[in-house]
């Protein structure tokens, strides 16, 4: 029995020496193929029989397209069609006085309502929910909706740039989006 333990060691140390072995061929090998290069351009590699150096690619009027040295151009020559630049969009006026981006300093206090830096803002469109509110489905089974509509408010909040603005004349009441997403659209299929 002993003597199989020691063979089977054996075996394995084998194997183990001899993947080692492989992986540093392997190694070897990849750092040969990294470190050769092409011949550079210039070099008798790439020297026609007159001396100068291929590029291959001629233009229309028969000189080289590609050149190994710096070449001044004349845009006054050039017959390119120029195109009148492209002014960036202009940005649009500021509607939402209220942006944020909800962290830490964001608080959520129901499905409807969450304050910011001592503000507290009410979602338009979306009725409040008291936070322990206990629900019947339609099965007449009980469910904390009260607090799963809250965890939807926070979970679409968290971590999010927010822009709000104020409904009518109470700067408290806002509609809100979340880009281009409006929130309480987002709410309100969670709200019921």
Known sequence: MIEETIKGLAVMVLQVTLAVLFVLF??????????SRPPAIGSDVNKTSLGKTDLG????????????????IDISRQ??????????????????PVR????HEVIVIDNASFNWRGTTYRIDGIAPLPRKA???????????????????????????SVACRPVGTQTTLVSCRIGQRDLAALLRPLNS
């Open 100 to 103: 944020f981006f909800a962290n």
């Open 26 to 35: 392997g190694i070897q090998a990849a750092s040969a193929l990294m470190t």
């Open 134 to 160: 206990v629900c019947k489905d339609v099965e007449g089974r009980r469910n904390a909706c009260g607090l799963r509509a809250f965890k939807a408010l926070d979970n679409a909040l968290r971590g999010k």
């Open 79 to 96: 017959t390119y069609e120029r195109l009148p630049a492209r002014l960036p969009p202009a940005l649009p006026a500021e509607t939402d």
């Open 57 to 72: 690619t001629k233009t229309e009027s028969g000189s080289l397209l590609w050149t190994t040295q710096p070449t001044r």
